[in-house]
């Protein structure tokens, strides 16, 4: 590998030199031709013998002018057409791609690493905008409807039933800002890294039971059995943090499973890692979905919309790099998904 690397330099260091001999012999050619037209001329037309200092003179200002026409044509514009782009990239304007003809090497890749640059600008700034866009979305939703039902509960005339779905529906579209408020603060803050997350030493098995009895009005609503099978394990880790992991993952076996469904967790320590599987039998994840199912708002079951905003998946994934770990899914549309998190082991040190 590093024996290819310096072939490489050398060739790219002989054809730069190469390139300077071709250059200065081009020059040289150049002058001594320009230069015996116009001795050649003067002789012929006014039979003047020019003498040495003027021919030299001849000389100097030809090499000059040759020299910086091609310094002109293959550096100085070059980096003027790369200095105005920077203007643009400067003013937000990402949407630039420049090309070069220039033969030198450094230029050509740096017009390559601006177009690269470009481009991840880019598409930052379509995730932003979609991100602002999905918030307004998101946001606007559960307001309308809480506006509309507030508006509804004005009328005298209304039965004590329809005063207490109205106030229902008000307090569920206000539970689900919430959650979707904290949902953007925590990433944000993950994101931003200003989040404590000393780890500190918990037992992993009890804190999934914690989740388990958390969610327990949604199973208990959907009939919802559960499997499960956990060693006792005592782990160095974020607590406060993996608990949202737990609490999303299990949210989404019940909530994606059909009613009276079979959820399956299981907990296992190996040497360096602990590994945590929940299986469902519900309605699975086609494999296209499956590319997207931790990007934030993404949602592929549209029939469960009003009851999550599709940001759960994005920061288990964000917590679980954070942690170190990693997250796989296994799913095929109508056989449920297993999701399997590996978490890494660490010593009391490594606090
Ligand atoms: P949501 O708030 O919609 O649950 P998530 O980020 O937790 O958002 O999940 C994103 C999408 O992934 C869900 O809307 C759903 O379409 C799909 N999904 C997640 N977990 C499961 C599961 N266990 N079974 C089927 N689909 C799932």
């Not at 040289?28 to 001329?41: D, E, K, N, R, S």
């Not at 307090?171 to 689900?176: D, G, I, P, S, V």
């Not at 999934?208 to 060693?231: G, I």
Request: aromatic share 8%.
């Amino acid at each position: 590998m590093n024996n290819k690397t310096s072939r490489i330099k050398r060739r790219r260091k002989l054809g730069i030199q190469l390139y300077f001999i071709f250059l200065v012999l081009l020059v040289l050619a150049i002058t001594i031709i320009t230069t015996g037209m116009i001795v050649f001329l003067f002789d012929k037309i006014f039979e003047i013998i020019l003498p040495g200092f003027i021919v030299a003179a001849i000389m100097s200002v030809t090499i000059s002018l040759i020299i910086t026409a091609h310094l002109n044509r293959r550096l100085l514009s070059p980096i003027a057409k790369l200095s105005k782009s920077m203007e643009l990239i400067a003013d937000g304007k990402f949407d630039i791609h420049i090309e070069t003809k220039s033969k030198i090497g450094e230029i050509r890749r740096i017009y390559n690493n601006f177009n690269i640059m470009a481009r991840e600008l880019r598409s930052t700034e379509v995730l932003q905008n979609d991100f602002i866009s999905n918030v307004s979305h998101e946001i606007k939703t559960p307001i309308s409807a809480i506006e509309g039902y507030a508006m509804l509960l004005q009328y005298s005339n209304l039965s004590d039933d329809e005063e207490n779905e109205y106030l229902c529906k008000i307090l569920f579209n206000t539970h689900r800002l919430s959650e979707l408020v904290g949902n953007i603060l925590l990433l944000s803050k993950l994101d931003n890294q200003t989040i404590q997350n000393q780890r500190v030493s918990y037992r992993l098995d009890e804190q999934v039971r914690k989740a388990l009895l958390m969610l327990e009005q949604k199973w208990t609503e959907k009939e919802t059995e559960f499997d499960v099978d956990m060693e006792k394990i005592v782990y160095l880790g974020h607590e406060s943090l993996l608990l949202h992991v737990w609490t999303n993952l299990i949210d989404n076996a019940v909530k994606f499973g059909p009613k009276g469904g079979l959820v399956k967790i299981r907990l296992k320590r190996f040497d360096n890692i602990i590994r945590f599987e929940i299986e469902d039998n519900g309605s699975g994840i086609s494999e296209e979905d499956a590319k997207h199912i931790f990007d934030r708002f993404y949602q592929s079951d549209s029939s469960h919309k009003d009851e999550g905003n599709g940001l759960g998946l994005a920061l288990v994934k964000r917590i679980i790099d954070i942690c170190g770990g990693n997250i796989e899914l296994k799913s095929s549309k109508g056989l449920g998904s297993k999701f399997t998190v590996y978490l890494p082991v660490y010593d009391e040190d490594q606090k």
